[in-house]
């Protein structure tokens, strides 16, 4: 009985619920309400939007409509390009160099390394960008760079707020002393305005332009990578920048980890200077100075400071770096005549006729060149100072700090190099004269 009552109270509580959900679902009176609603909301929603949107589409003129048909394409290409991805280039570490051994010696060890420049398996020729055109006043001076592959209507006083320093010199020239000496004395220029310049110093986005690093190896000259790189380097903002660069020549180890369109070749040191300055290997490492110069200097004011160290201090500082004295003297010496070629072909700035370089001889700023004498150390080095603020075209001289962090070299070449190899730099260095130093109106001796 009990068993009988259990199952008749869950059929009638059964019942009950099924009566209750159909006496809702099929009472119209009960639905059409909540249906009415959502409806009405739902019409507002797409009335609103048709409004915002008809009130946009009549507030666009076809100026604009223009200029975004104009600007799809040219951004369509550009996400095109970022799609593809850096997998697609070869890694420059594991190919070799891009075709310059033609004219090698025949005895040379080249290395093995090629780089593609395309995207895929395809490898792209060498480009070379046409010489730059100007334009000139009536009074002959040229007015701006006109050649549209690269940024036109550069006005000289626009590229006369971007101006780059390259402390130039070889290998073992002090650069990393030299340097912050530019780096202090830029920071301490200021404009008709009193406003401090923007001084640079690494600037990656030049490096990775004109040397090839950071996987930049696309040409040296390529319109479009100078044109963006220098939109980042020297916005067009009226402000005054002075970017300063100082790698050496030649760079690196010929396994450097960093990338170059060209590395240092082994076969260098085996070569006469006149073979390694000959040839397209050396002359486009770390970068063509020649294309560098003719093609950035459309965008700004390029001078550059050559340094001269002793012949054998310089030979001294890094010759491990080609494995023997001898080898590195090779080196070195085919550098110096490659940077001597560069500056006797540009004496002057092309649009300026001002002077494109000038010499700075390192024992004028040493202590052990005046035998401990403060006050002559000092005046020599204020005379330096003093050239180079006239050569930039800067106007503050008086520079304290500038040489606060110098502090001189404590090594003892000669007993570095051993007796040997001095007697054979001494021979060597008969054959540097009337290659090194450049002419200048200091005296440097070799």
Not at 318 to 337: A, C, P, Y
């Amino acid at each position: 009985m009990e068993n009988t009552s259990r199952a008749q109270s869950r059929y009638c509580s059964h019942a009950k619920a099924q009566h209750a959900i159909n006496s809702y679902c099929c009472n119209p009176n009960k639905m059409q309400l909540p249906q009415n609603r959502r409806f009405l909301l739902l019409f507002g929603l797409v009335a609103t939007t048709a409004v915002v949107v008809w009130m946009l589409l009549a507030s666009t003129t076809d100026e604009s409509l223009t200029f975004m048909r104009n600007h799809s394409t040219r951004n369509s290409r550009r996400l095109l390009s970022m799609s593809r991805g850096l997998n697609q280039f070869s890694d420059p570490k594991t190919v070799k160099i891009r075709g310059f051994y033609e004219d090698n010696p025949s005895s040379a060890q080249v290395d093995t390394r090629q780089v593609h420049l395309g995207f895929g398996d395809s490898e792209v020729e060498p480009f070379y960008a046409p010489a730059p055109e100007y334009e000139y006043n009536d009074d002959g001076n040229a007015a701006y760079y006109s050649d549209e592959t690269l940024e036109p209507e550069i006005s000289l006083a626009e590229r006369s707020n971007c101006q780059i320093v390259y402390i130039l010199g070889v290998e073992g020239s002090i650069h990393h002393g030299f340097t912050p000496v530019i780096e202090k004395l830029a920071a301490i220029q200021t404009d008709e305005y009193d406003t401090p310049y923007e001084v640079s110093y690494p600037n990656g986005w030049l490096r990775s332009a004109i040397f090839g690093h950071h996987n930049t190896l696309r040409q040296l000259n390529d319109p479009e990578l100078v044109k963006s790189r220098m939109r980042k380097i020297c916005p067009r903002d009226g402000k005054k920048r002075i970017i300063i660069e100082d790698a050496s020549f030649p760079s690196g180890l010929s396994d450097d980890p960093r990338s170059y369109r060209v590395y240092r070749q082994e076969w260098w040191g085996q070569a006469t200077m006149e073979e390694i300055a000959n040839s397209e290997t050396a002359l486009n490492h770390p970068t063509n100075l020649h294309v560098f110069y003719e093609t950035y200097s459309a965008y700004a004011d390029i001078k550059f400071i050559v340094l001269h160290r002793s012949f054998i201090e310089t030979i001294a500082s890094h010759f491990e770096f080609d494995e023997t004295v001898q080898r590195h003297t090779n080196v070195i010496s085919g550098f110096m005549l490659l940077i001597r070629r560069f500056l006797d072909s540009h004496p002057t700035d092309t649009m300026t006729g001002q002077r494109l370089w000038t010499l700075v001889c390192l024992e004028h700023i040493m202590g052990k060149t005046f035998g401990g004498d403060q006050e002559q150390l000092r005046v020599s080095r204020q005379h330096v100072i003093r050239s180079l603020v006239d050569f930039l075209g800067w106007s503050t001289v008086e520079c304290p700090g500038c040489f606060y962090h110098w502090t001189g070299t404590r090594k003892k070449h000669k007993e570095i190099l051993g007796n040997e190899n001095v007697a054979m730099l001494y021979e060597h260095m008969e054959k540097m004269k009337g290659v090194w130093p450049p002419p200048s109106e200091q005296q440097c001796s070799l």
